[in-house]
């Protein structure tokens, strides 16, 4: 008997709040279905915050403990992605915080780009490690910021929650974050 791949969920934050509420009356399946919606959402902002796909691994796995303990908490009329990248981005800061502590080896990139053809894949590979490059010298809130906008596609209203500053400290970070990267990388 062969296995049959994984049934794609449906469009995830269609109709999050009554798996929320199922998960909330002790249902593991319906808050299996919500990890699976997001899972790969969280571990790409991992990697992208802690620049490491093991600690990103790890990250999720808290990510999801953390929201699991926490639901009865949640406002389920309020959007669940937002909620979880906030409890990731805080817990993904306490990892930088306890890393910057401890000095650490780094390995390098390790995130492959791929193109139509050689010269292109060469050229983006190295653009992309240039600006990543860049990115990783930005002032960690600064960074944090760019990436939760970037990468993510939060809104400044978003950011704000996540971090728990201002609006207006969001938009001043981020435009502090693009400016110096639209200097660096014209050099």
């Given at each position: ?5 994984p ?11 009554e ?6 009356s ?17 571990h790409?902002?991992g ?23 926490a ?20 817990r ?35 653009l ?17 910021v ?14 704000a ?7 207006g400290?969001?938009?001043s ?13 014209r050099?």
């Amino acid at each position: 008997m062969t296995e049959s791949a994984p049934r794609q969920p449906e469009d995830p934050a269609a109709d999050d709040s009554e798996w929320i509420l199922r998960a909330r009356s002790g249902d593991r399946e319906a808050f299996g279905r919500l990890v699976r919606c997001y899972q790969r959402r969280i571990h790409g902002l991992g990697v992208r915050l802690l620049r490491d796909r093991d600690e990103a691994d790890d990250l999720v796995q808290e990510t999801f403990v953390r929201a699991w303990r926490a639901l009865g908490r949640f406002d389920p009329e309020r959007p669940f992605l937002p909620w979880l990248i906030r409890i990731a981005t805080n817990r993904a800061m306490s990892l930088l915080e306890i890393r910057r502590r401890r000095p650490t080896e780094e390995l390098g990139d390790s995130i492959p780009d791929s193109g139509p053809s050689p010269q292109e894949e060469a050229e983006r590979k190295r653009l992309h490690r240039e600006v990543r490059r860049e990115v990783d010298c930005l002032p960690e809130d600064q960074r944090v910021v760019l990436i939760l906008r970037a990468s993510e596609d939060l809104s400044y209203r978003e950011i704000a929650e996540v971090l728990g500053v201002p609006i207006g400290t969001v938009m001043s970070r981020l435009s502090r974050a693009r400016e110096t990267l639209r200097k660096r990388v014209r050099r």
